[in-house]
T-cell receptor, first 115, second 116 residues
Framework: AQTVTQSQPEMSVQEAETVTLSCTYDTSENNYYLFWYKQPPSRQMILVIRQEAYKQQNATENRFSVNFQKAAKSFSLKISDSQLGDTAMYFCAFAKQGGSEKLVFGKGTKLTVNP | GAGVSQSPSNKVTEKGKDVELRCDPISGHTALYWYRQSLGQGLEFLIYFQGNSAPDKSGLPSDRFSAERTGGSVSTLTIQRTQQEDSAVYLC??????????????FGNGTRLTVT
């Protein structure tokens, strides 16, 4: 079974600085997807970024980028130029490609951006 | 074109009562999940429906919890004889099975359950 580990329960960063959230996973699969979801205080879960395992190039979405290390099974999220609106819980998630098995989430990292 | 809809958005109930929480997934989404999230905590997987296959109930915490998905669409999560530890936000999510590139998981806004 796949597992996803987020080793940082809480983190904080100053506005405009850069922060990196860690995520590692365990799988025997070769083809899969990885995701980062954001949950602000409004509690609406929002997809931030996704990565397909067969792609070597790291995904980027504006200020958000990932460092995907397939051999190390690591999938960290970098937030550049942090904004107050980035304050939220961040969840890393894993899904098998084309599979019918459930998406697996990590336990989350609570990020606070300070003014 | 609506997203995942959950009702009620808030529910207060007395200990020992039964409650039903409803989830309307996005039309055409064959996968449906229920998660529980205690205050400030992570997502606890409860149950997963995928098409016509038998649901994955491995996350249900006790036999007081059950869920149905009728006609492959609407789902109801039922908690019998509620306890105070059941107080949490219950999130529903849906997606198209096997299409993670084009169809990531879409979440509802959740039902906040408070057991007094």
């Amino acid at each position: 079974a796949q597992t996803v580990t987020q080793s940082q329960p809480e983190m904080s960063v100053q506005e405009a600085e850069t922060v990196t959230l860690s995520c590692t996973y365990d799988t025997s699969e070769n083809n899969y997807y990885l995701f980062w979801y954001k949950q602000p205080p409004s509690r609406q879960m929002i997809l931030v970024i996704r990565q397909e395992a067969y792609k070597q190039q790291n995904a980027t979405e504006n200020r958000f980028s990932v460092n995907f290390q397939k051999a190390a099974k690591s999938f960290s999220l970098k937030i550049s130029d942090s904004q107050l609106g980035d304050t939220a819980m961040y969840f890393c998630a894993f899904a098998k490609q084309g599979g019918s098995e459930k998406l697996v989430f990590g336990k989350g990292t609570k990020l606070t951006v300070n003014p | 074109g609506a997203g995942v809809s959950q009702s009620p958005s808030n529910k207060v109930t007395e200990k020992g009562k039964d409650v039903e929480l409803r989830c309307d997934p996005i039309s055409g989404h064959t996968a449906l999940y229920w998660y529980r999230q205690s205050l400030g905590q992570g997502l606890e997987f409860l149950i997963y429906f995928q098409g016509n296959s038998a649901p994955d109930k491995s996350g249900l915490p006790s036999d007081r919890f059950s869920a149905e998905r009728t006609g492959g669409s609407v789902s109801t999560l039922t908690i019998q004889r509620t306890q105070q530890e059941d107080s949490a936000v219950y999130l529903c999510a849906s997606s198209v099975v096997g299409q993670w590139v084009n169809s990531p998981l879409h979440f509802g806004n959740g039902t906040r359950l408070t057991v007094t």
